[in-house]
Nanobody, 123 residues
Framework: QLQLVESGGGLVQPGGSLRLSCAAS????????IGWFRQAPGKEREGVSC????????NYADSVKGRFTISRDNAKNTVYLQMNSLKPEDTAVYYC????????????????WGQGTQVTVSS
C-alpha cells in the first residue's frame, strides 16, 4: 500500500520548535518532490515549503522564510520540516504531498497525500 505518514506535530509555546516528518511506505520518494502544506480552520490551504527529489531545490513561503527548514533523507525515505520560532499564526494541520513534478508542488489526482498532523502554537 502506497502511503505517506506525517508525525511530529503537537502543542508548543510561541518561540518554540517542532520537527515534522513525512515518511513514505510502499514507494520510494527519490523521484518525488515533496511539498508541505497547511490549513488552519476557516482559511485556505497554504503551501509552506517544497523540496525536489534530489534535494537540490528548496523553496519557502514568505511567512516561514528564515524560520522553517525543509530537508530529506532518501535513505530513510523521509522528508523533514524543522520549524523554529513558531508563532500562533503557524497553528494549522500540516500535510505533506508527494508529486512527480518539481517545486513548487501543485497537487493533482496523481499526488500522494499524508493524513496530516496538527500543530498548535499557544501559550
Amino acid at each position: 500500500q502506497l502511503q505517506l505518514v506525517e508525525s511530529g506535530g503537537g502543542l508548543v509555546q510561541p518561540g518554540g520548535s517542532l520537527r515534522l516528518s513525512c515518511a513514505a511506505s510502499g514507494f520510494s520518494l527519490d523521484y518525488y518532490a515533496i511539498g508541505w502544506f497547511r490549513q488552519a480552520p476557516g482559511k485556505e490551504r497554504e503551501g509552506v515549503s517544497c523540496i525536489t527529489g534530489s534535494g537540490g531545490m528548496k523553496n519557502y513561503a514568505d511567512s516561514v522564510k528564515g524560520r522553517f527548514t525543509i530537508s530529506r533523507d532518501n535513505a530513510k525515505n523521509t522528508v523533514y520540516l524543522q520549524m523554529n520560532s513558531l508563532k500562533p499564526e503557524d497553528t494549522a494541520v500540516y500535510y505533506c504531498v508527494a508529486d512527480r513534478g518539481s517545486c513548487p508542488v501543485y497537487p493533482d489526482s496523481l499526488s500522494y497525500w499524508g493524513q496530516g498532523t496538527q500543530v498548535t502554537v499557544s501559550s
